[in-house]
Nanobody, 122 residues
Framework: QVQLVESGGGLVQTGGSLRLSCAAS????????MGWYRQAPGKQRELVAN???????IYADSVKGRFTISRDNAKNTVYLQMNSLKPEDTAVYYC????????????????WGQGTQVTVSS
């Protein structure tokens, strides 16, 4: 019922930049939160940044000052601008949407994208 399609990952050198995009589509009734998580090999998935419908944002300490999350509510799209990338930012980045569909409108559910690989070379 909800599809999240991520794009923008790739290979970049240390200090470089990438911009990730995630577009949500389907029978969406409302979106409360959109965000990005990442999972490096052998590690647990961790929060990178979240943005709520009102525009407030939360960032992991490790990316503060380097990453910027933004959202286009009209397009149900969330972006992650990543600057000053470091090798430790290498991971699969996942988009997550917390929201309601027309058929499940009584409460919010979490939906995940398929992930996009970001690799930062030293």
């Amino acid at each position: 019922q909800v599809q999240l399609v991520e794009s923008g990952g790739g290979l970049v050198q240390t200090g470089g930049s990438l911009r990730l995009s995630c577009a949500a589509s389907g029978s969406i009734f409302s979106i409360a939160v959109m965000g990005w998580y990442r999972q490096a090999p052998g590690k647990q998935r961790e929060l990178v940044a979240n943005i709520i419908s009102g525009g407030s944002t939360i960032y992991a300490d490790s990316v503060k000052g380097r990453f910027t999350i933004s959202r286009d509510n009209a397009k149900n799209t969330v972006y992650l601008q990543m600057n000053s990338l470091k090798p430790e930012d290498t991971a699969v980045y996942y988009c997550k949407m917390r929201g309601r569909t027309w058929s499940l409108s009584s409460r919010d559910y979490d939906y995940w994208g398929q992930g996009t690989q970001v690799t930062v070379s030293s």
